[in-house]
């Protein structure tokens, strides 16, 4: 046995490291006078702290928003003296005697800047989490030239990322403004409610939330009293949990709880389409990012140093890193208690042997897709507490919330009536959210503790940690005609579900069914497959597996048009 202990501190002190050294610096304190939104304002802060933390933390100006925190996404765009800077990136102590301008020195609900109004008017927000950022880039162009042409637009919008609208309403939005600045309209109105709607161009009802910061994501929300969540996470991909030792970190001053698997009372299982993962790992971890501890104390830099001082003892298991070792004769299993396999899903209609026999042509190609992450830029966040009457409440981003609830109260051992789950608005998903992933930990601690409670990932533990996209492994078989009359259809799917099912069974059968694609197959024999491995856990991502499987249904049929010298575009409304 190999029992290792400092690595997994090791691997997530990188993850973690900001807070770890802020901690340290605590005793190299400044005075930082600066003007906020033409306000005289003035902290004590470690000059090193970034001026995005500043703005959330010490002034309360959660309209900024921190999405990579590693100056990638553009959501903390401020203004200093005029000019746009990445907050996350920028020390406060830069700031000295400075002018900041963050979305709240923009524009208000009550009165709204122009570019506010036109990205509400233009459709330029959808889950709002970038906007802003957006804003606050798009006014430093404005301020330069009220003529920006698209490709100004385009190329002063570069640093920014938008997971949701696509970008052309957003450049839309400017050239709005922009047209209003020059005089060319009196004003910019918003159609948000009233009757006759249908068929009609309507602005969103939180679309001049969003864009004027007033939004509260889960991260934003004020809560008094609340104690800070840090989660330890497995170092490895594979490996059994022989021992932890929380001794020390529990004697830390401001550490509240540090909690294991054996605190939770419930099933310690989140219950949703899967029935495999563990809020807390108990005596195994299946993947790199899989979490063991939670620590709560009164802040994230003491909650971030007691994971430091966490012991465990980890004998590390031959990992299981790829379909062809998850399925072979006698392969290490993932689960102990299960194969490797854990889903089939087989579509036939016809006779495939017969139809291959009558074709003229049979083609037979191989195609794969890769892991994918959501992308989503409000990072998973959430508080709970325990409301007066005696519920648990948790309030986070998410996408299922009724099943959510039922999930929490199983895996926590509560009845439903006792568990609310408040769904805050949510800075993006695309089906990253379906699962539970804040949810679980927070209760654990709220229950504990009997104070609120908050959890914010960072960027580097929301692509550890939740979901991704399955990547599909596909052997396509086509027969058809001299003419490009299909056939039959041969087509196996099995799909990477990594460490843990979430929604691969809804995926694989979403995949299956549309494993034709639009055309008629008069014989096809689909079949798919789920496995596990010590990957990243997949679940549902838009599309659920149809455009994994689109990609080689396509594919096959150009390489088909090829081979009979056919129009592509013909042989497909043949069929
Ligand atoms: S660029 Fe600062 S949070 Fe992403
Ligand atoms: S609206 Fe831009 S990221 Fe969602």
Redesign the pocket.
Known sequence: MKAISSQGRLFWSMVEGPCIKSFRRLSKMQEIRFIVNEVPRRVIVDPQKSL?KVIREDLKLTGT?????????????VLVDGEVV????YPVAKTKDKEITTIEGIGTLKNPHPLQLAFAKAGAIQCGFCTP?MIIRSKSLLDKTLSPTKEEIKKALQ?H?CRCTGYQKIFEAVELAASYFRREMKSIKLKLEGKNTIGKTVTRIDALEKATGTTLYAADLAVGGCAHIKVLRSPHHHAKIIHIDTKEAEAIPGVLAVLTAKDVKGTNILKMAGDDQPILCSNKVRFIGDPVVAVAATSEEIASHALEKIEVAYEPLEPVMTLEDALKEGAVRVHDDRSNLFFEQPIIHGDVGKGFSEADIVLEKSYSTQTVEHGY?ENDSGIAYIHENGQLVVMAAGQNIHAHRKTIAEALGLGLEKVRVIQTPTGGAFGGKLDVSVGGILGLAALKLKRPVRLVYT?SETFAATPKRHPFFMKVKVGAKKDGTLMALDFDVTADGGAYKSFSNSVIQRGVIHAQGPYRFPNAHVYGKAVYTNTAFKGAMRGFGVPQVAFAIESILDELASELKLDPLALRMKN
Do not use: Q, Y
Request: proline share 4%.
């Open positions: 995005l928003k921190e999405g990579c925190s590693a100056g990638h996404c553009g959501t903390c765009a990445l907050s996350c990136r950022g640093p990322i830029l960027r």
